[in-house]
């Protein structure tokens, strides 16, 4: 599957990452290449073979319902760009 | 389960300018899971705190940071699928949903698209009108709640606190079974009803704890039982998604609204666009929220920081086994065992807390019926009056109705008095019992101490006599005279017989 610059433009722009115009047709070929390899993977026949989800042989790890974090609003809001009366604060954003 | 037997309900029909339309609704149901902690930290859930104080490092996405699952949040999403009869899946994964918005720190929520924790369930809705809507349930999966913005504290930016980001949250994913707003409020009713009960999620919808997106479409009528037959969505019209809606009114209203707008544009030679939209209540109108049209493609894919999440079948059943009544079940073993109509079964099964309240009083005053009419009627009715209490504020505990109730059986107090001991018992933080002994207010059933009272009131009114000898009906002042005397203690039935018989009527 070719990728082509607009695609490109659409996913930097999802992702919040600035690509300029003269960057984009080789970051479109990237991506094409990426999913050249992925389709040359799908070739291979996996029928009847469960998908590895960790190379770990690991349960999920389980945590107790208890509150054992939190009341650190200073640190939370620490490397804010803005924070006021205990809020991070951020250009409007209104439906 | 149930013996109890219902017809489905007439879909909603809306008369268009050409023909009828019908309504097609499915429900997003998103319950806030009752947990102390949140779904990935150890950040407390509790509504009301500081801003950004109930925030982990985990919840506020600041790097390296890793999510570990709270078991308790599994467990209460279990629960809620046993109690909707529900299929548990053994096997479930996590997958991360991509959009940007302020009060998302991480960028994603971490969600169950692809292998959800419980698959199909179904919920009995009841109509009030002895008619009832099976409604299918297709999912229930977990997943984060985001933080909130404030937008009104200041002219160009706006405030966010993460105290809500990343508590637990199940969405429930209903089929589009449902044919009209009332239904649509009445399912939410009772998924909250269920989930009250169960303990999941304490319904609260004005906190926001409970919410619900409404999907709409319209069709001609006979279209939506070709989609039953078939399951094949084409029958139907495309649907628009109305998004967080947290009022059962709002959800009808907003249902109504946008059934009308789309029969408007299809009469109009027009066509539906399937989008997002908000329903605005004080110019009872949707609107399209075009903004967020962009951040549509969420780019899903398996969260790698979570392995998946596999429970066993023994954890499962074991909290199967400990669920408690559920509605449908108490409701029908109260008409059962107490011998109460649907109506008053209905009430009083409505809240778990109410419902138990009731059990109290029905078993300690040996009376089911005479135990609804008082606390549905006088309890109630007070409560309500004093401030809209809740059953948990009640002055009077149950164990002191149910003196009331076995005193009235007992007919050692006539049912007026009754009213009297439940006034001053709910006044005065006394014992039923010790008032009516105290107070003397005991029945009075003595035939002999009553005579004495009928002969007295008959002796000092003669002319009164000779008018109820011509016209019997006026016995009934003698009766209240005789009540009057004696304090309203005797036994009415007692003092009837005994005025007829002594006028000789």
Not at chain 2, 212 to 217: G, M
Request: hydrophobic share 45%; glycine share 8%; proline share 5%.
């Amino acid at each position: 599957m070719a990728i082509d610059t607009d695609t490109a433009r659409r996913v930097a722009k999802l992702a919040r990452i600035k690509v300029e115009d003269a960057a984009l047709p080789a970051l479109a070929q990237e991506f094409s290449a990426i999913l050249g390899f992925i389709e040359q993977l799908n070739e291979v026949d996996v029928d009847g073979i469960e998908p590895m989800t960790s190379v770990t042989p690991q349960r999920l790890y389980r945590r107790e319902d208890v509150v054992t974090d939190g009341n650190q609003q200073a640190a939370v809001l620490a490397n804010a760009p803005d924070a006021r009366e205990g809020f991070f604060a951020v250009p409007k954003v209104v439906e | 389960m149930l013996d109890l037997e219902y017809a489905a309900p007439a879909p909603k029909v809306i008369a268009g300018a050409k023909h009828d339309w019908e309504l097609v609704i499915g429900l997003e149901v998103h319950a806030q899971v009752a947990t102390k902690a949140k779904l990935f930290s150890g950040a407390s859930t509790l509504f009301g705190a500081e801003p950004n104080s109930n925030v982990a490092f985990v919840d506020a996405g600041m790097p390296g940071m890793l999510p570990v699952i709270n078991e308790a949040c599994v467990a209460q999403a279990v629960r809620t699928g046993l109690g909707l009869k529900a299929e548990i899946n053994l096997f479930s994964a996590f997958d991360r949903k991509n959009y940007f918005y302020p009060d998302l720190p991480q960028g994603y929520q971490i969600s169950q698209l692809y292998h959800p924790i419980v698959g199909e369930g179904e919920v009995l809705v009841e109509l009030g009108d002895g008619t009832a809507r099976l409604v299918r349930i297709e999912r229930i999966h977990l997943e984060q709640d985001a933080g909130k913005s404030i937008h009104d504290m200041d002219p160009t930016m706006s405030f966010v606190d993460l105290n809500r980001t990343g508590v637990a949250l199940m969405e429930i994913v209903s089929r589009p079974d449902i044919r009209g707003p009332e239904e649509a409020a009445a399912f939410v009713a009772k998924l909250r009803q269920i989930m009250r009960y169960l303990g999941t999620c304490d319904g609260n919808m004005q906190n926001g704890n409970l919410r619900a997106d409404v999907n709409v479409s319209i069709c001609r009528p006979g279209d939506y039982e070709k989609y039953q037959a078939t399951q094949d969505f084409s029958h139907l019209g495309t649907r628009c998604e109305i998004k967080n809606m947290n009022s059962m009114r709002f959800i009808q209203a907003a249902i109504e609204v946008e059934a009308r707008r789309q029969i408007a544009i299809i009469e109009d030679g027009g066509a539906v666009v399937q989008e997002t939209r908000l329903y605005d209540p004080d110019k009872n109108e949707t609107r399209s929220m075009r903004s967020k049209e962009e951040a549509h493609d969420y780019r899903y894919f398996p969260d790698p920081d979570l392995l998946p999440l596999e429970i066993e079948q023994a954890w499962v059943d074991d909290i199967a086994a400990n669920l408690p009544e559920l509605p449908d079940a108490k409701k029908a073993r109260f008409i059962a065992s107490f011998g109460l109509s649907d109506y008053d079964a209905s009430v009083l099964t409505a809240d778990v807390a109410n419902a138990a309240y009731f059990e109290d009083v029905a078993k300690g005053g040996g009376d089911g019926k005479l135990a609804a009419n008082w606390v549905i009627n006088e309890l109630f009715g007070r409560l309500k009056k004093d401030g809209d209490k809740g059953i948990t504020e009640s002055p009077i505990p149950a164990a002191r109705l149910a003196q009331i109730v076995a005193l009235i059986k007992a007919e050692t107090i006539s049912g007026k008095i009754a009213k009297d001991v439940f006034d001053i018992a709910y006044t005065q933080d006394r014992d039923p019992e010790e008032i009516v002994k105290t107070d003397g207010l005991e029945q009075v059933t003595d035939t002999g101490a009553i005579e004495a009272a009928v002969d007295e009131i008959i002796a000092a009114n003669p002319a009164q006599v000779e008018k109820a000898k011509a016209n019997p009906k006026l016995a009934g002042w003698f009766v209240g005279q005789v009540m009057k005397s004696t304090g309203g203690k005797a036994n009415p039935a007692a003092v009837n017989a005994l005025v007829a018989a002594k006028l000789g009527l």
